[in-house]
């Protein structure tokens, strides 16, 4: 499984962004898709995560201003963040939780960080 991010970039303080991922492969089927972020100095903390029954899970300092989403049928998450500050100013990585199909074993893997970067 690859997954690939994109809608990184540089955006205002108060503008929006969308990032999507999306997962390429075959034979596995997708449990959850999510998105962390890390800035330098810092650990990879969760933003925002999702189920494939829709279950979602925020991070407490996107909480109200980011949703998440999935089309899963095209193995797609999609990030769409309000309300943008200079702190969430970050390399953002998805990740998925997926398993071979038959199979019960949780593979988890991230793609490639896309910065976004919140001037004031």
């Keep these: 499984v690859q ?3 994109s809608g990184g ?3 205002q303080a108060g503008g929006s ?3 999507s991922c999306t997962a390429s492969g075959s034979g ?3 449990e959850s898709m999510g998105w962390y972020r890390q800035s330098p100095g810092n650990q990879r903390d969760l933003v925002a995560s999702i189920t494939t029954s829709g ?3 925020y991070g407490d300092a996107v909480a109200g201003r980011f949703i998440i989403s999935g089309d899963f049928t095209k193995k797609t998450a999609y ?3 309000n309300t943008l500050k200079p702190g969430d100013t970050a390399a953002y990585y998805c990740n998925i939780v997926w ?3 038959g199979r019960t074993y ?4 991230w793609g490639q960080g896309t910065q976004v970067t919140v001037s004031s």
């Design 3 to 5: 997954l690939q991010a």
């Design 9 to 11: 970039g540089l955006v």
């Design 17 to 19: 962004r969308r990032l």
């Design 28 to 30: 596995f089927s997708i």
């Design 55 to 57: 279950v979602t899970n």
């Design 79 to 81: 990030l769409q963040m």
């Design 99 to 101: 398993r071979y199909y």
């Design 106 to 109: 949780l593979h988890n893997d």
